[in-house]
């Protein structure tokens, strides 16, 4: 029953006054409330830590391309398979093998395919969607090199960002020194996911700009 309101006549309280002692006092209710669970906040667990998007999964296959300094346009192409995985304190890490893909000189789409050893690295750490690959020294066939169509030697740096789970790109920074001298700096690589090896696309994504080439027909 509701409290009286001010006003009421005399008599009227008089036969409520029994019943004022039922009316609740709202305060002294939350006050036993809070005394009685005390016990219970005081081991209620912290909320939850904000949770961190966990790392774009890049394990698969993909086309990955080198753009050089020397000759932007004419990218040197690998299948790149990667593999992610989690270590046991939580560190993400990579494994990844490039395998060159054979290039007729001054071509971007043939003939591309394997050829030569692949370049394989291991235990490469992910952090917040990014990864360096010091590859140290690189030898690359000639029959992979589309621009000079010589052999290659270069120490090499892959400085990656993991875009998503489709793309990932980055800067490659080194010297070459075979077939000759020169800073590679400015030099730029993209990889693209394929759902088939076999089946390579005739655009190529050479930078993290998704600028991409393709022969003329």
């Known amino acids: 029953m509701p409290?009286?309101?001010a006003g009421a006549s005399l008599l009227g309280l008089s036969l409520l006054i029994p019943l004022l002692a039922g009316c609740p006092d709202s305060e002294a209710k939350f006050e036993e409330f809070l005394d009685?669970?005390?016990d219970d906040r005081d081991f209620m667990p912290p909320p939850p830590p904000d949770v961190m998007p966990a790392e774009a999964d890049i394990s698969g296959d993909f086309l990955l391309a080198v753009s050089t300094v020397i000759s932007p346009?004419?990218?040197l192409q690998f299948i790149a398979t990667n593999t992610l995985?989690?270590?046991e304190m939580g560190n993400t890490l990579l494994a990844a093998c490039l395998q060159p893909l054979s290039l007729m000189q001054g071509k971007v789409n043939a003939p591309r395919e394997p050829i030569g050893d692949p370049l394989c690295y291991?235990?490469?750490?992910?952090a917040d969607g990014k990864f360096d690959i010091d590859a140290g020294l690189v030898k690359v066939t000639g029959?992979?090199?589309?621009v000079t169509g010589a052999d290659i030697?270069?120490?090499l740096r892959m400085v990656a960002t993991i875009i998503d789970e489709e793309f990932f790109c980055g800067d490659i920074e080194g010297d070459l020194s075979v077939p000759f001298a020169l800073d590679l700096k400015g030099s730029t690589f993209a990889a693209v996911r394929l759902e088939d090896p076999a089946m390579l696309p005739l655009?190529?994504?050479k930078n993290c700009k998704r600028d991409s080439v393709r022969d003329k027909e």
């Open 153 to 155: 030697e270069a120490t």
């Open 3 to 5: 409290c009286p309101r």
């Open 203 to 205: 655009d190529v994504t």
């Open 73 to 75: 346009d004419l990218p």
């Open 36 to 38: 009685n669970t005390k």
């Open 85 to 87: 995985t989690t270590d």
């Open 143 to 146: 029959a992979a090199n589309p």
């Open 122 to 126: 291991s235990d490469i750490p992910v």
